[in-house]
């Protein structure tokens, strides 16, 4: 049975949270009315208010609570409501939560995740449809992972619980309801790890989250041209999986990478920076971007063009072929 | 009311009536005294450029003292960066403290060892952590069973500069909607490095609490044997499961805000003065030797003061480096292939400088 990526988080959280007594969910509207998208829809019922935790209305009141919970030996993990409302809470996660296992010299674990919903194409206001995570990926100390189907979803929650470093876990709004089958018994890939998701041998497609499914298509269009493109899932946003990007590359030659937020120094430039740097000489044309452009996000009426879509992804991957 | 002072050792060495016995005033004086020369070693050393910054807490001995030492051991206890008096009393080998501000490290103790965290230099900060390791408590189920031995509570240390932090601010929010095992004890020393505490407030720090709906006492900061009952008092409360407290210890910071700081340029040299004939170890020496503690304890406790010198002297200067690898090796507890390779790198290019040092 086929199951929306917000019902497979669901279901990852109530799996480790049977499984761990320790771990607990911590954010603004999750209990009763089981967070404003539903992703922990019932959990406050079958687990208690202890353990699924409506919380004052402070970002950084979440993540710094989050912190000392992990330091009194529990696994929290937060739920920021929106992309937007994220930056409350930054200096918690940057000065302390990303730090303190450097500072304590690795005597402190903070096993804590911070799932936020990201990305646009909803028609939402304003600080509703924003691509922060370059932010974090800047930030030494931070795992950061986006999953782009339902059956990433269910296992990468899984896995960041689990994981003794702090995770940011970027869920892309846009895919929420979109359904994919998902296989609870599979041992998944290692949470640090990219992962090929239509194999080609003319071009390679670097996406991650609500793009994942849009760079299939992309992937099925160009193939009408007679063209092969290979499309990896990122995954991991931090740490970035060079070894999957490179040894595509160097059988591909062309490489294009996308993503919502805006260009520069965003994770494109970071991909394309290193691909250049190792692989150089595998290149048969220039590395493109395809992003959010270098403009706070605009009204939703214009979501539609400004977004990264099929279209300008295509575009990109046309450019590529003409070299 | 939450304006007044609670005083029970006057500056003249008085002590109202109180439950301590000599012994236990005999010990806070040593404890004073330990920490007094740890800071002035500490400055000692930064004047020689051993190291390269230190906040003193000059003045402010009898309130870390006396909070430090109503804390239970499985009590645990989230400080600032000046809490030097308080990691004594905790037992943190006073030579670890010195490591942040040599540069060898950026913490230097496990907080687990003796409840004690880490110095947070941003100001703030810690009162969330504290929140939620008070939230840990109520979880665990160790508040209010009546079990000596088993209910906990969480001591914060804050200044006044942070009462105007959003975090701290949060941080109360959340202790009192939970009703968290918790003590905020604020040192008011009155400067937030050039800035007055007038600055931040117009109201007596301890009046804060009401409006967040718990309580606020106010604590003569220089009279470590209440500051040592207030806190002892507010922990027990919160251990017992009635909620949280913020103490405001009325104090002064009589040193600059660090070494690096020139308090000649924002305030009057005589009010510090005056602050000084209030000075909290003076105090508690006039009321011992009024009341018969002879020259042979204040020897002993001089003794123990040049043990501790000699101690952080020597203690300080062997202080290893960090090795090249250290902070790769501690940044994540899984290392990616990626930061592996920056620090293979890394360490080729420090170990080819060591072989040729042209």
């Known amino acids: ?323 | 009311m939450a304006d007044e002072l609670f005083t029970v050792l006057s500056p003249d060495g008085m002590l109202a009536d109180t439950d301590v016995d000599v012994d236990n005033l005999r010990s806070m004086y040593t404890d004073m005294v330990m920490a007094r020369r740890l800071d002035t070693e500490a400055i000692a050393l930064q004047r020689q450029g051993e190291l390269g910054l230190w906040p003193s807490a000059l003045g402010q001995e009898a309130a870390q003292v006396g909070a430090g030492r109503a804390a239970k051991a499985i009590d645990f206890i989230f400080p600032t960066y000046r809490e030097h008096g308080v990691a004594w009393c905790k037992g943190v080998d006073p030579v670890s403290l010195l490591g942040l501000f040599r540069g060898t490290t950026l913490g230097g103790w496990d907080p687990s060892a003796d409840n004690f965290a880490l110095y947070t230099l941003v100001i703030g900060a810690q009162t969330l952590h504290a929140v939620g390791y008070a939230m840990g408590i109520v979880r665990d189920g160790d508040v209010g069973t009546g079990d000596q031995d088993r209910d906990r509570a969480v001591l914060v240390f804050l200044g006044d500069g942070a009462l105007s932090e959003g975090e701290t601010n949060e941080a109360f929010v959340w202790a009192a909607a939970q009703n968290l095992p918790i003590v905020f004890f604020c040192q008011n020393n009155q400067w937030a490095i050039s800035a007055p505490y007038s600055v931040q407030s117009r109201v007596p720090v301890a009046q804060r609490a009401q409006g967040f709906g718990f309580r606020g006492v106010r604590v003569d900061g220089n009279d470590v044997v209440a500051s040592h009952a207030v806190t002892r008092e507010a922990l027990e409360h919160a251990r017992a499961g009635n909620g949280p407290t913020l103490i405001e210890a009325f104090t002064y910071r009589r040193n600059p805000h660090t070494t690096s700081d020139d308090d000649g340029r924002y305030r009057e040299e005589a009010i510090t003065e005056d602050w000084t004939t209030l000075d909290p170890i003076e105090r508690l020496r006039k009321h011992l030797r009024a009341t018969g503690t002879g020259e042979e304890f204040f020897a002993g406790v001089l003794a123990q003061e040049a043990e501790l010198s000699e101690r952080l002297r020597a203690g300080c200067r062997a202080l290893p480096d960090p090795e090249p690898s250290s902070s790769f090796v501690h940044t994540y507890a899984e290392m990616s292939a990626d930061l592996e390779r920056q620090m293979n790198g890394h360490l080729e290019y420090v170990a080819a400088g060591k072989e040729d040092p042209a």
Not at chain 1, 144 to 172: C, G, H, T
Request: net charge negative; aromatic share 6%.
């Open chain 1, 1 to 323: 049975m086929s199951t929306a990526m917000a019902h497979a988080l669901n279901e990852g959280l109530r799996s480790v949270m049977e499984e761990d007594n320790k771990v607990l969910l911590i954010g603004e509207d999750i209990g009763r009315l089981g967070g404003v998208f539903r992703v922990t829809d019932g959990l406050q019922k079958d687990f208690g208010d202890l353990r699924v935790v409506d919380s004052p209305l402070g970002e950084a009141g979440i993540v710094g609570s989050a912190i000392g919970l992990a330091m009194a030996g529990y696994r929290p993990v937060c739920e920021i409501q929106f992309d937007g409302f994220v930056f409350p809470a930054m200096n918690q996660i940057i000065t302390q939560l990303a730090k303190y296992r450097h500072r304590s010299e690795g005597r402190v674990t903070l096993p804590v995740v911070i799932r936020i919903p990201v990305g646009g194409g909803i028609g939402a206001i304003e600080h509703h449809s924003e691509s922060p995570e370059a932010y974090f990926a800047h930030t030494a100390g931070l795992r950061v992972v986006s999953p782009s189907s339902a059956q990433e979803a269910y296992d990468l929650i899984r896995m960041s619980v689990r994981s003794d470093d702090p995770v940011i876990f970027l869920e892309p709004k846009h895919s929420y309801w979109l359904k994919g089958d998902v296989d609870r018994s599979s041992s998944p890939a290692p949470i640090g790890t990219a992962k090929i998701v239509h194999s080609g041998d003319d071009l390679t497609l670097v996406a991650y989250g609500a793009l994942v499914p849009t760079a299939l298509k992309v992937a099925a269009a160009a193939a009408e041209d007679g063209r092969s493109v290979e499309v990896i899932d990122l995954r991991s946003l931090s740490p970035i999986d060079d070894a999957t990007i490179f040894a595509s590359v160097e059988r591909t030659g062309r490489l294009v990478v996308a993503h919502e937020a805006s260009q520069t120094a965003g994770l494109g430039a970071e991909i394309v920076a290193r691909v250049q740097d190792e692989i150089f000489y595998s290149l048969e044309a220039p590395a493109i971007r395809v992003t959010g452009y270098d403009t706070p996000y605009p009204p939703s009426r214009l979501e539609g063009d400004w977004l990264p879509g099929l279209d300008r992804i295509l575009d990109a991957v046309d450019r590529s072929f003409t070299y």
